[in-house]
């Protein structure tokens, strides 16, 4: 459909033509045509297993925090200092010539600790230690809100253990997977002989550690099931964890961990944890020592000499993801700041990235698309009224966080010394974060920390705190324009908006009350009409071939079709009610505005990815593909098919009584 005459637009071309692949009929693939160009221009680089827009953006947010890094190192900063601190880390990062001349030495005492412990009941104090030292071993655990008094926090235990992301790896006997394992035991045997290991040791020790996370897996949650917040809600008495995991000292375990006056938390996942009490009960002790020994020192490879740190590439990026070469010394060392010094360096950043003119234009954005969001809550024919007014309370109760934390993160408890290693200084690190987060046990949630850095480019929804969160990063070309027309924002930003929102909505977030607690809200009937409209979209993913024989999984990346249906939806209406009364805008590029809206979409989403991140991200991320993103969730759109004239004969095409509607 193509507009030949209107009100003039005198916005900036906020989409570049270049990008479009215009030889493919966009109700064929609208992928392909809103992104091929892009996808041409940009092959795939050898230290990516995928690049899209989301990636460009984030090597140019380390590209403007490398110089803010750059300006500070210039500088004579004193000790204690913010500025001392990211100059000095970053210097230690860079160093390769030092981490090569210190070899192994750095890792021996952390290897040490591990090797010290000749008696099963000294487990519990090595594991609480490991976990300070940012070495968690055969589950994670933390502080957070409690799932039903989101005002509270309290300690969590959720299974892990396992080094491959999911229990697929270890469980499925296909070629592939076979293939991956007997990498696997070869990248363990190599970095264990880096840590001065016998070959025959080195053999012994992939042997303990495949053994171990494949118990490990064989209990764990498939990813589908880790989607019901109730079936991973467990609050129990110590007790009774007691109870369920005697082999482990607990009593010791917290308080070395620092909360030794704990009485209650919420255990996850019972069964993976039985799981590790009969490991530890049957496991030769020095299979577990090397167990252990495994995450010290693939936990520890990348801050050691050049060997530690390709031989760790070799397997994890190469076999793994497809990566052919690692990412710049320098992106390795921005990542180390970003993830150690982050709210410090991100206060540089929005200061000279992020003005607050933007903070308000998205201010706007939001609340046009929260009552476009109200609207098509007060019009689904699927909820009863009830339930309608619960979901506008919740709705109405969206604590909105844009750019950047009102209150900074305060550094001053980290020592960066340069006297150290750089492991030994990434350990204080891990400390520190930690120690922070320890302190956080059975004390008020606050609701206005933020989880993400100002130079992330990403967003976020939280449940607990009900919370949607849009980072300074992200808030740029090509999601965020100021100068481009609004049917650009409304159809890139604006949904990225309105696809946070619909988190509070998803098959997760439902389950969450308005403030933020785990507590069924929904009218008698509405869940079940919910979960009718919902296995739609199952369906339709499932039957996705992303590589070969293997499908989409559509039940593990239902929350986040929800929210790219749901965003369109809600992003679409938003930008209608924008026009209501406006005359019919020109053409640019001779494409309309609505055509435009789907386009800047897509660009969203524009990217090219090897076919080992294409299998490893089925397994391992709740998102589906970057191409599925587009040619799954834009057929589910009435408003797509006018804009295209997408009909019966095009390949795309969803017969409209099969359509999605959810929110």
């Known amino acids: 459909m193509m507009v030949t005459a209107g009100c003039k637009n005198d916005k900036v071309n906020g989409i570049e033509v270049s990008n479009l692949d215009t030889t493919v009929v966009p109700g064929d693939d609208f992928y392909r045509f809103a992104c091929g160009g892009w996808m041409d221009s940009h092959p795939l680089e050898a230290q990516y297993a995928r690049f899209g827009t989301f990636d460009a953006m984030g090597e140019k947010s380390k590209e403007q925090v490398r110089a803010l890094i750059d300006e500070i190192s210039q500088k004579t900063n004193t000790q204690g200092t913010v500025a001392q601190k990211i100059g000095d880390l970053y210097s230690l990062s860079l160093d390769s010539v030092r981490r090569n001349a210190e070899g192994v030495n750095p890792l021996r005492p952390y290897l040490a600790q591990v090797n010290n412990l000749t008696d099963k009941k000294a487990l519990a104090a090595t594991l609480a230690w490991m976990n300070h030292n940012g070495y968690a071993a055969f589950f994670y655990d933390g502080v957070s809100a409690d799932d039903k008094n989101s005002n509270l926090n309290i300690f969590h235990i959720v299974q892990g253990g396992i080094s491959l992301g999911d229990r697929d790896y270890y469980l499925q006997q296909d070629a592939r997977m076979q293939e991956i394992r ?20 080195g053999k012994k ?25 109730e079936a991973n809600y467990h609050k129990i008495s110590t007790a009774e964890l007691a109870k369920i995991a005697p082999e482990l000292d607990w009593t010791t375990y917290f308080k070395d961990l620092g909360i030794p006056e704990i009485e209650s938390l919420d255990l996850g996942q019972i069964e993976p944890l039985e799981e590790v009490n009969k490991i530890i009960q049957k496991t030769d002790l020095q299979d577990i020592k090397y167990y252990l020994s495994w995450k010290v020192i693939s936990g520890s490879a990348g801050a050691l000499s050049d060997d530690f740190a390709d031989a760790s590439f070799d397997f994890f990026g190469k076999v793994l993801q497809g990566k052919e070469a690692q990412p710049e010394r320098w992106k390795r060392a921005v990542n180390a700041i970003n993830g150690n010094l982050g709210e410090a360096v991100g206060q540089l950043y929005v200061e000279k990235h992020f003005p607050p003119i933007a903070k308000e234009k998205m201010l706007g954005l939001v609340k046009n698309l929260q009552t476009a969001l109200g609207e098509r809550i007060t019009s689904l024919f699927w909820m009863s009224e009830d339930t309608k007014a619960k979901a506008h309370e919740k709705l109405d109760n969206f604590h909105v966080k844009i750019g950047y934390p009102d209150k900074w993160r305060d550094y001053s408890e980290l020592s960066i010394d340069k006297s150290k290693s750089y492991l030994e200084n990434l350990i204080a690190a891990d400390n520190f974060h930690f120690n922070y987060e320890i302190n956080k046990w059975n004390k008020p949630v606050d609701k206005d920390e933020w989880h993400m ?8 929804y939280n449940p607990s705190t009900n919370e949607i969160c849009f980072p300074a990063g992200i808030l740029q070309p090509p999601f965020f324009n100021m100068d481009a027309d609004d049917a650009v924002n409304y159809g890139a930003i604006g949904v990225v908006i309105g696809h946070e929102m619909s988190h509070g909505f998803d098959d997760q977030g439902r389950k969450f009350d308005k403030d933020g607690n785990l507590n069924d809200w929904w009218a008698p009937g509405d869940a079940e009409n919910f979960k009718n409209q919902a296995q ?17 999984n559509g039940q593990f ?6 929210g790219d249906q749901g965003g369109l939806q809600i992003a679409w209406q938003a930008y209608q009610n924008t026009r209501t009364g406006k005359p019919t805008l020109a053409p ?4 309309t505005d609505a055509q435009r809206f789907f386009i800047a979409y897509a660009t969203v989403w524009a990217g090219n990815i090897r076919n080992e991140e294409i299998l490893r991200r ?11 993103r587009v040619n799954g969730a834009l057929p589910q759109i009435d408003a797509w098919y006018e804009a295209w004239n997408v009909t019966e004969e095009n390949s795309l095409f969803v017969p409209k009584e099969k359509r999605v509607a959810i929110w």
């Open 205 to 229: 020790a992939s042997a303990a550690v495949l053994k171990i996370e494949t118990q490990l897996a064989q209990a764990a949650f498939p990813r589908e099931k880790r989607r019901d917040p």
């Open 182 to 201: 007997t990498k696997y035991v070869e990248a363990i045997e190599k970095l264990f002989a880096l840590a001065g290991y016998t070959p025959e040791d």
């Open 588 to 591: 640019i590029d001779g494409y």
């Open 618 to 628: 089925t397994k391992t991320d709740p998102h589906a593909l970057g191409r599925w």
């Open 557 to 562: 990346t239902l929350g986040e079709n929800i």
């Open 453 to 460: 850095t100002p130079q992330t480019v990403n967003a976020y």
């Open 536 to 552: 739609v979209l199952v369906d339709f993913y499932d039957n996705i071939i992303v590589l070969d024989d293997t499908h989409a």
